[in-house]
């Protein structure tokens, strides 16, 4: 099949190698040169746990090209809308007009019977507008969002837990003829991950549009109910890790994305919440989202807490202290740092006095592009070399394993913050350690 994918950031350039891989022809478009030069060469413009792999693998076959140039999709079947949809400025709803010029610039290449497939996370109504303006071309939209993890991308795209098509309805219910023709197409492309039983879920468009932020909303939700809870273990001096341990054992609730700490941050998760509440709030729905105003504010607390936090340990200021801050992604396996909670918390800490030096074993350069004024250190001994307090603000496996004696022996003051709650408390304690962390005792 041959196939278009229209923005090649972390969702479409591995989309793209994906669908390669699956043995389809596929042209990669984006507006920004930097990326596509890189992805021409064969690289992977950001850190993606295999996806450089994977472009190895597809560049041998010579089926996926990458271009800038959006005349390039002419001749695609099927085109994949995967580009970006950040929170508007100053307000919560979402920026539409990159999806809006993606659709504008792909219709004199339509053909009838092309099918427009949107990736792109977007508010419930939005398919649907796109969907009267594609008709003139004879092209079919379907909404088919996507649910991969960054850190995990390759594997959530070629193996994901379930798709979803939003497909064209009549007035009486059912899909058109044209919806239908549509679907078979994307099946076709997503034939090998079909045939492994990945369950399909076949809707309407507003449904598959909410499908995907009430997902997103469910997970931040679950987030801030641990960390609502780790206030109130702070509050009595109770620990939050067992708490979601004992809770967790209920499969009901399930253990998964019950690690509190510094809460949720990223390109999707907090944009995704404010927009889903921004739609709400047009259609006369806002009441029934209320709560996830509180989810974003409990998420956001977190960090103004663990500031807090770092104030106590230095007793009662940290004026002129040196802070290092051990992750710059909003999670580990990222370089993402969009709305980053490690870099919010640091920049916080520096604005307040403090002389914070921050890295991250994959980051360093997108923090550096959006803190210019935060210090960067490649490494974590030349981090935390004579450091007041140390922050371990993103979970990556190497700070997981770090040793308390070696790390000891050249900050200034053995204080420790494990802003993700991954640290064995014991072991630093026994270390000589002051440790400290949000809701255990
Ligand atoms: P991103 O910023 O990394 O990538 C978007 C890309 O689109 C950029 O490279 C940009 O240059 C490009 N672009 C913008 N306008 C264009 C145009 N007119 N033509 C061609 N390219 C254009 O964003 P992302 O993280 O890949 O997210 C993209 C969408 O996917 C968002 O709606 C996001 O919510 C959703 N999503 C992302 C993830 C994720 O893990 N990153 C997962 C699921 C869904
Ligand atoms: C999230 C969703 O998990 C994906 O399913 C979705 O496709 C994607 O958003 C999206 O729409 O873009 P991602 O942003 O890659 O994926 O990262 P997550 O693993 O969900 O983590 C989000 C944030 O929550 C991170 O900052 C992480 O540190 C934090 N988190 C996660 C916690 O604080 N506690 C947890 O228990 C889990």
């Given at each position: 099949m041959r196939i278009s994918v229209i923005g090649c950031g972390y969702l479409g350039a591995v989309h793209a190698a994906a669908m390669g891989s699956l043995g389809h022809d596929v042209v990669g478009v984006d507006v920004n040169s930097i990326k596509i030069d890189a992805l021409a060469a064969g690289c992977a413009p950001f850190y993606e746990p295999g996806l450089p792999e994977l472009l190895d693998e597809v560049a041998d076959t010579g089926r996926v090209r990458f271009t800038?140039?959006?005349?390039?999709?002419?001749?695609?079947?099927v085109h994949f809308v995967c580009v970006g949809t950040p929170q508007k400025r100053g307000e919560f709803?979402?920026?539409l007009a990159y999806v809006h010029a993606a659709v504008d610039q792909l219709l004199p290449h339509l053909q009838p019977g092309d099918v427009v497939v949107g990736k792109s996370t977007v508010p419930v109504g939005t398919a649907e507008q796109l969907a009267e303006q594609l008709a003139p071309t004879g092209a079919t939209l379907i909404w088919n969002p996507e649910f991969l993890r960054e850190g995990f991308a390759v594997k959530d795209t070629l193996h994901p837990d379930r798709f979803v098509y939003g497909l064209p309805h009549a007035e009486h219910g059912v899909p058109t003829p044209e919806g239908l023709a549509a679907k078979a197409l994307l099946d076709e492309v997503y034939a090998t991950p079909l045939s492994e039983g990945i369950p399909l879920v076949v809707t309407d468009y507003a449904t598959a549009q909410l499908v995907k932020v009430a997902a997103n909303s469910f997970l931040a939700t679950k987030i801030s109910f641990i960390n609502a809870m780790a206030e109130l273990c702070e509050a009595t001096g109770a620990d939050v890790t067992s708490l979601a341990d004992a809770i967790g054992h209920d499969e009901r609730i399930g253990?998964?994305?019950l690690n509190a700490g510094l809460g949720f941050g990223g390109g999707c998760l907090p944009k995704d919440i404010r927009a889903f509440m921004a739609r709400a709030g047009e259609l006369g729905a806002d009441q029934a989202l209320s709560f996830l105003r509180e989810v974003d504010s409990i998420n956001m607390r977190r960090r103004v807490r663990m500031v807090d936090l770092a104030r106590e340990v230095c007793h009662g200021s940290i004026v002129g202290r040196r802070v290092a801050v051990?992750?710059?992604?909003?999670?580990?396996?990222?370089?993402d740092v969009r709305d980053s909670p490690a870099l919010s918390v640091a920049a916080q800490m520096q604005l307040q006095g403090a002389h914070v030096t921050v890295t991250d074993p994959q980051a360093i350069g997108n923090a550096r592009a959006a803190w210019p004024s935060l210090k960067f250190s490649d490494t974590v001994m030349g981090a935390v070399a004579g450091a007041d307090v140390v922050l371990l603000a993103t979970e990556w496996s190497e700070y997981r394993e770090l040793d308390p004696d070696e790390l000891g022996a050249v900050v200034a003051e053995r204080r420790i913050l494990d802003g993700r709650n991954v640290l064995d408390p014991a072991r630093w304690r026994t270390a000589g350690w002051t440790y400290r962390a949000l809701g255990r005792p």
């Open positions: 800038t140039d959006i005349a390039a999709v002419a001749g695609a079947a709803g979402a920026d253990r998964r994305f051990l992750g710059a992604a909003f999670k580990p396996d990222s370089d």
